[in-house]
């Protein structure tokens, strides 16, 4: 919900604005004051998205008023509503959202919240492709007792031993009941390779490939003593991937 203030000395004023924001989807009008002091009280306790601000409160100036909600909390959107066009560019200065002059039309209020709702949508969306890009790399690993958040980055490799998954970073060692296929798919964007069915090896990790029987090849990495198995076939490809 996008919560607004409007601050202005003429009731007609304040209705005609409340009734314009209320209709406008996630708005809400959380107060309205007609001075400069109980509208710095209110502004403080409800902490309002946008402000409806006249310029003149019963000749107390509205651009001081601004100002210090701003001061208050940078983000506030600040629409001036007043019927003294000379003074667009003091209220500019301010880094005002818009400057309506009265007698205004209805329309044009609403392209003004339309414009911010719109802002505020991209920058929700902004914020969780930030998120998603901060957690993307990380798995949650859930062991028998606990669970546990892993770089993706740092896994060296993941073997099937004994009913269990084991996952072998170059810190520690990570026990769980999560399958390999499972574990496979999660990785499936990063330079992971199911090189066998018993094992899933990061690709970055590998310091050497040697013949281990006819069609096996074992594994060895620079970061571990542990080691895995590799088909003859997914030996091809990774001469494939590396020439």
Not at 40 to 61: K, Q, S, W
Not at 112 to 138: N, P
Not at 143 to 155: H, P, T, V, W
Not at 188 to 200: E, G, N, P
């Amino acid at each position: 919900m996008i919560k607004v203030m409007i601050v202005d000395d003429e009731p007609q004023i304040c209705e005609l604005l409340c009734k314009i924001v209320e209709k406008q989807p996630d708005y809400q009008v959380i107060a309205r004051c007609s001075s400069f002091s109980q509208a710095v009280v209110e502004f403080t306790r409800e902490r309002p998205d946008v402000a409806f601000v006249d310029i003149d409160l019963n000749g107390e100036n509205g651009l001081e008023c601004a100002k210090v909600f701003t001061e208050l909390n940078p983000k506030v959107k600040i629409i001036f509503a007043t019927a003294h066009s000379e003074f667009m560019a003091n209220a500019f200065e301010i880094y005002a959202f818009d400057y309506l002059v009265k007698p205004f039309r209805m329309e044009r209020v609403a392209r003004t919240l339309q414009r911010i709702r719109g802002d505020r949508e991209e920058t929700v969306s902004q914020d969780r492709v930030a998120q998603s890009e901060q957690h993307k790399g990380k798995l949650l690993i859930k062991g028998k007792e606990r669970a546990y958040l892993i770089d993706a980055a740092e896994i060296i490799l993941v073997e099937r031993v004994d009913g269990a998954t084991n996952i072998v970073t170059c810190m520690e060692n990570y026990r769980t009941s999560i399958s390999l296929s499972e574990l496979e798919e999660k990785l499936k964007d990063m330079d992971f390779m199911r090189c066998h069915k018993s094992y899933l090896v990061n690709l970055t990790k590998i310091s050497r490939i040697e013949p281990y029987g006819r069609w096996t090849y074992l594994v060895k990495f620079r970061e571990t003593k542990a080691t895995a198995l590799m088909t003859a076939q997914n030996f091809e490809e990774v001469k494939r991937l590396f020439s």
